[in-house]
């Protein structure tokens, strides 16, 4: 059993920037932040493979996002910058403890969750 526990959202005007948190109970294979706006199906944002590092961003952060880990501390961050209306969402944190040669990019992949930060971007 992995519990996951985000921090960081909030709100932020358009075109800045924000770093989530996820601190992990135990060590994973890999770490990944999904993402949920309302009425919208959970989309993968970042995914990081904790062992080797290999990193996975969606199309629609690719070049504004970074996912990052501390690993000793178990931490895992998102680093997002030019953030538009777009990127509002309830932001989730999610572990795969299976040892996996590459990260899921679906939730499917993913047995532990965190309870979710709200990002709001206003304009």
């Known amino acids: 059993q992995v519990q996951l526990v985000e921090s960081g959202g909030g709100s932020v005007q358009a075109g800045g920037s924000l770093r989530l948190s996820c601190e992990a109970s135990?060590?994973?294979?890999?770490m990944a932040w999904f993402r949920q706006a309302p009425g919208k199906e959970r989309e993968g944002v970042a995914s990081i493979h904790t062992a080797s590092g290999s990193t996975f961003y969606a199309d629609s952060v690719k070049g504004r996002a970074t996912i990052s880990q501390d690993y000793a501390k178990k931490m895992t961050f998102l680093q997002m910058s030019s953030l538009t209306s777009e990127d509002s969402a309830m932001y989730y944190c999610?572990?795969?403890?299976?040892?996996?040669?590459?990260?899921?990019?679906?939730?499917?992949?993913?047995?532990?969750w965190g309870q979710g930060t709200q990002v709001t971007v206003s304009s």
């Open positions: 999610a572990a795969d403890v299976l040892m996996r040669g590459s990260c899921s990019r679906g939730p499917g992949g993913y047995k532990y």
């Open positions: 135990g060590y994973t294979y890999c």
